[in-house]
Every structure is written in structure tokens, then in C-alpha cells.
């Protein structure tokens, strides 16, 4: 799907509220960032189809791909926006940031200047989409060896993570399939725990409404308070 695709920003059926039009939890609106050649395409192949997919050709502005799984006793629907990460597309990547509930910063574990970018991505989103959660993902894991060890230590992951208040860090590889389903199914859970707290808060508000001197209200002052609400 291109840039220039009409209502693109969101994926089909994206609401804001925490459930969809059929009962499931979300949309759970994803996006997959980072530099050119990290991997992000390969990753959202691999959890889609439980393989790797070798992939030669560039994303061009942004390809949607929905996913459904499950989260204990929910189905759990995501909608997940693979991005471009080169330059030439860097003006208008930041439209598919509204409403985000999570992004996926990858990097390349054997590549030092992908790594150098998490900050950028990480702060680029957070002026668009306060809110959205930030999962750190060093891709490529299988090229990691003890004779070749990752250039990007567990150090400097946490450390970034812990200083831009990251919601996880994830190694993944989309050759062996490490850890791919589990980063998805981490990112359905959390969703799932702060839409449950933001359930319970509505819940209590619209169950305890105070009234101006702070007392619960009466009966009689319940039905005033609908009325002006209304
Ligand atoms: P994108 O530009 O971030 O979407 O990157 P791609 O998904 O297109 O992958 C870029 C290159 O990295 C391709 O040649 C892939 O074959 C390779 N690649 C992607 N994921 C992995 C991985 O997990 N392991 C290895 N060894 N190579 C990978
Ligand atoms: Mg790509």
C-alpha cells in the first residue's frame, strides 16, 4: 500500500476506543521503525507467515498488515504499519505515528550507526504520540556469535531504554524466528493491562460521580448530573 493510499493512517476499522466493532481487544495500532536495512520487513514477514522471507524490495512509504491472536481468553487485534526508514521518506513516516499504541525501534545487533538512530526514532514518535509505547528491538540475533559478538552491547540497550523510559527490549531474529511472536504477544498483553486500568477508572468515574461540594451524589442528584451532562 503507498503513502499516497486515502485513509491510510489508522489500517481498516481503527477506533479509538479499546475495542473493536466485532468485541475483539484493540486495534492495536503498531508501528515497525528504525533505519534502512534493519530488518523491520523481514520481521513483520516472519511472524505473518512463521518463516523468512528474504526481502529484496524496498518498503516504499509504509505497507499495513493486520494480525489477530490471542491474550489469555482475548483475541487481540493488531494492526501493524511497516515503514520506510530512508531519508527520502522521512516527511511524511511521522503521519502514520497518530493514534499508535506501540512502536518497534529496531536496529541491526552488528550495526553501531542503526543503533545510534533508536534515540531519534524514539523521540520523533514522542512528539507526535505521547503516549505510544516504545519496544527497543536489536534485530539480526543469528548473526551474533561468541566469535562475532554484537557490536550493540546489552549495556548500552538498557541503559538508552532506561533513560527513554522504553516499554521493553527485544533481540529477534527473523532466520530463526527468535523471539519474533513473543515481542508481538508482549506488546498485546501491555496494551491489554492499560486497557483494562482505563476500563476500571471509567467504570469507577461513571460509578462515583462527586458532586460540586465533593460528597457522593443522591439519586435525585445523579439524574441532575445526566441532565447536564446531556
Ligand atoms: P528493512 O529495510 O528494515 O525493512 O529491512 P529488510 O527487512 O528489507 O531486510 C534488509 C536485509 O536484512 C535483507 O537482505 C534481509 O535478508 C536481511 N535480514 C533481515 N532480517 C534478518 C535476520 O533476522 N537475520 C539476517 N541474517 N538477515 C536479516
Ligand atoms: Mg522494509
Known amino acids: 500500500m ?9 489500517g481498516p ?12 481487544r484493540g486495534p492495536v495500532k503498531v508501528i515497525m521503525l ?14 505473518l507467515t512463521r518463516s523468512f522471507v528474504d526481502n529484496t524490495d524496498v518498503t516504499y512509504g509504509a505497507a499495513y498488515a493486520p494480525y ?5 481468553e482475548e483475541d487481540v487485534k493488531m494492526g501493524i504499519w511497516d515503514t ?26 552488528d550495526d553501531l550507526a542503526t543503533f545510534e538512530k533508536v534515540r531519534y526514532w524514539i ?11 516504545m519496544y527497543i528491538c536489536g534485530t539480526k540475533a543469528d548473526l551474533v556469535t561468541t566469535r562475532n559478538p554484537a557490536v550493540v552491547t546489552s549495556e548500552m540497550v538498557e541503559s538508552i531504554a532506561l533513560e527513554l523510559t522504553a516499554a521493553g527490549i527485544y533481540e529477534t531474529s527473523s532466520k530463526t524466528g527468535k523471539n519474533v511472536e513473543l515481542l508481538f504477544q508482549m506488546i498485546g498483553e501491555d496494551f491489554i493491562k492499560r486497557a ?8 469507577e468515574t461513571e460509578s462515583i460521580q462527586l458532586t460540586e461540594n465533593g460528597a457522593a451524589p443522591t439519586p435525585d442528584e445523579k439524574t441532575e448530573v445526566k441532565q447536564k451532562c446531556c
Open 2 to 10: 503507498s503513502v499516497n493510499d486515502k485513509d491510510t493512517q489508522d
Open 13 to 24: 476499522a481503527e477506533q479509538v476506543a479499546n475495542r473493536t466493532e466485532d468485541g475483539k
Open 34 to 47: 528504525g533505519e534502512s536495512s534493519v530488518g523491520k520487513t523481514c520481521l513483520v514477514k516472519r511472524l
Open 68 to 72: 489477530t491472536f490471542r491474550v489469555g
Open 84 to 109: 520506510a526508514g530512508s531519508e527520502r521518506f522521512r516527511s511524511f513516516i511521522s503521519t502514520y505515528f497518530r493514534q499508535a499504541k506501540a512502536a518497534v525501534v529496531c536496529y541491526s545487533l
Open 123 to 133: 523521540e520523533i514518535v514522542r512528539q507526535h504520540e505521547e503516549s505510544c509505547a
Open 196 to 203: 483494562k486500568q482505563t476500563d476500571y477508572v471509567k467504570d
